[in-house]
């Protein structure tokens, strides 16, 4: 069985035994895009390349690249610990081309890479491409030796990508791997396409069109990006079915476990998983300088570290325990991002200091929302004051609410929570009447009408 250290490591090799320059993963705060909460993809420090806006010493490069999906258009934080492979943070691993290869030769590293290097069974592998993209379909034939019954046309954007309503874009192929049929799901495109049957291990982007404001234009230089989960492509090569199964991440639901004194793999089991990946997301974060606050980011990084807070409570801490867990992910992931162990001591001080913080209201809120639910039968949904209430009050985000309601089959009215939430905004405007400054000139003037023109004498007088 590979590890997924060593399914990186044979990723980063590979690609650069093929003339690709290592770059090391950008921090997750982006630094060439204020338009993004957080580094979501590996391509999001090379686009001023992809755009022509920068140059730089190399044309094809090889990353291992932190992500982060939580907040703004990408957030899977309500769906982690409940799924197979919903993250708030992961691992894109992505080999790029600036106006260098193109289709032919991204399909041949793809196809070599993950049928000779990592071993996958040819015949459980089936791929999709845009429906008009005839030259990636005919090159999947004639590079993979793949069939028309397992290339399939996709009409949507899910197999068009574009960087935003104007700028480069182009067809997508997908590689999926079929698990048997013993496992629910259909393959991709047809109606039962979620099940757990055909997993999508590597999406490879063929960038070759200019998107105006009035039409598309071929690019002069084509470029390539591609993205492939390492907890995903790990979960293959190990033979899982899971994310949460794989060995770097369970050795952090047994840490979960350990700390918790519980069973990793019983009725607590979507707490471990959730303590896991929210372990990652916040450790990491924090080592790339942000810090839990009230707004951006930082409530972002909050909201991730109560919900983990949340659940380690539930799972009987009684005292804060999170901190304790770092050492774990240190081992893990600290040789490949050795800013998580140079930061160790931030990370650790910040978990203390915020779930002790957190503890002093949490079990009041649990209380209040425990008698908000006692005797009645699932199927309820929490009206939205008292939501608002847990958030004012107690300090629970409104994720965190829908989390714990989840677990006993309940829903939040969350449009009476908004208008909670603007109403306390807008009396909070009509209640703020400017600096002040007008009113306090005023008795100035009038002081010195008064008592005209008076000598200082110092501060010391």
């Known amino acids: 069985m590979s590890s997924a250290k060593?399914?990186?490591?044979?990723?980063?090799?590979?690609?650069?035994?093929?003339?690709?320059?290592?770059?090391?993963?950008?921090?997750?705060?982006?630094?060439?895009?204020?338009?993004?909460?957080?580094?979501?993809?590996?391509?999001?420090?090379?686009?001023?390349?992809?755009?022509?806006?920068?140059?730089?010493?190399?044309?094809?490069?090889?990353?291992?690249?932190?992500?982060?999906?939580?907040?703004?258009?990408?957030?899977?934080?309500?769906?982690?610990?409940?799924?197979?492979?919903?993250?708030?943070?992961?691992?894109?691993?992505?080999?790029?081309?600036?106006?260098?290869?193109?289709?032919?030769?991204?399909?041949?590293?793809?196809?070599?890479?993950?049928?000779?290097?990592?071993?996958?069974?040819?015949?459980?592998?089936?791929?999709?491409?845009?429906?008009?993209?005839?030259?990636?379909?005919?090159?999947?034939?004639?590079i993979a030796g793949i069939g028309d019954d397992r290339i399939i046309r996709i009409a949507t954007s899910d197999n068009f990508w574009a960087m935003g309503d104007t700028g480069p874009c182009g067809p997508c192929s997908e590689i999926?791997?079929?698990?048997?049929?013993?496992?629910?799901?259909?393959?991709?495109?047809?109606?039962?396409?979620?099940?757990?049957?055909?997993?999508?291990?590597?999406?490879?982007?063929?960038?070759?069109?200019?998107?105006?404001?009035?039409?598309?234009?071929?690019?002069?230089?084509?470029?390539?990006?591609?993205?492939?989960?390492?907890?995903?492509?790990?979960?293959?090569l190990q033979g899982k079915h899971d994310n949460y199964d794989i060995d770097m991440m369970r050795a952090l639901v047994e840490a979960s476990a350990d700390v918790s004194n519980t069973d990793p793999d019983g009725e607590k089991s979507v707490s471990h998983r959730v303590v896991a990946d929210h372990l990652r997301a916040t450790s990491f974060l924090i080592a790339d300088g942000v810090l839990?606050?009230?707004?951006?980011?930082?409530?972002?990084?909050?909201?991730?570290?109560?919900?983990?807070?949340?659940?380690?409570?539930?799972?009987?801490?009684?005292?804060?325990?999170?901190?304790?867990?770092?050492?774990?992910?240190?081992?893990?992931?600290?040789?490949?991002y050795p800013e998580l162990g140079r930061a160790q001591p931030l990370i650790t001080e910040t978990l203390k200091l915020e779930e002790t913080r957190f503890k002093e209201t949490l079990g009041r809120g649990l209380r209040l929302l425990n008698e908000e639910i006692e005797g009645k039968e699932p199927g309820g949904v929490l009206d939205g004051a008292t939501a608002f209430k847990l958030y004012d009050t107690y300090g629970f985000p409104l994720d965190l609410t829908q989390d714990f309601m989840r677990g006993y089959g309940w829903g939040v009215d969350t449009d009476a929570f908004d208008s909670a939430m603007a109403a306390q905004k807008a009396a909070a405007r009509k209640a703020w009447s400017g600096s002040g400054d007008s009113a306090t000139e005023a008795i100035w003037l009038d002081l010195g009408d008064r008592l005209g023109s008076t000598e200082f004498l110092g501060y010391t007088s």
């Open 292 to 336: 839990p606050s009230n707004e951006g980011r930082g409530y972002v990084l909050r909201r991730i570290m109560r919900r983990a807070m949340r659940h380690l409570h539930q799972l009987g801490c009684a005292d804060p325990v999170m901190y304790r867990l770092v050492p774990s992910l240190v081992a893990e992931m600290g040789g490949h």
């Open 6 to 142: 060593d399914i990186r490591t044979t990723f980063l090799e590979y690609f650069a035994s093929h003339g690709h320059e290592i770059v090391s993963s950008s921090p997750l705060v982006p630094q060439n895009d204020p338009t993004l909460m957080f580094t979501n993809a590996g391509m999001v420090q090379f686009k001023n390349l992809f755009t022509g806006l920068e140059t730089t010493g190399f044309n094809r490069a090889v990353t291992s690249q932190k992500c982060v999906r939580a907040g703004g258009k990408h957030n899977d934080l309500e769906n982690v610990g409940y799924t197979a492979r919903h993250h708030t943070f992961f691992e894109m691993l992505g080999n790029f081309s600036f106006g260098d290869y193109f289709k032919d030769m991204a399909i041949e590293l793809a196809w070599n890479l993950i049928t000779k290097e990592y071993g996958l069974p040819k015949d459980r592998l089936l791929v999709t491409v845009y429906h008009e993209d005839d030259e990636a379909a005919n090159l999947w034939k004639k």
């Open 176 to 236: 999926f791997f079929d698990h048997g049929d013993h496992i629910p799901g259909g393959p991709p495109g047809s109606p039962d396409e979620d099940g757990d049957r055909f997993i999508e291990i590597w999406n490879l982007v063929f960038m070759q069109f200019e998107q105006t404001p009035e039409e598309r234009l071929s690019l002069p230089s084509p470029s390539i990006d591609t993205g492939m989960g390492l907890e995903r492509i790990a979960a293959v």
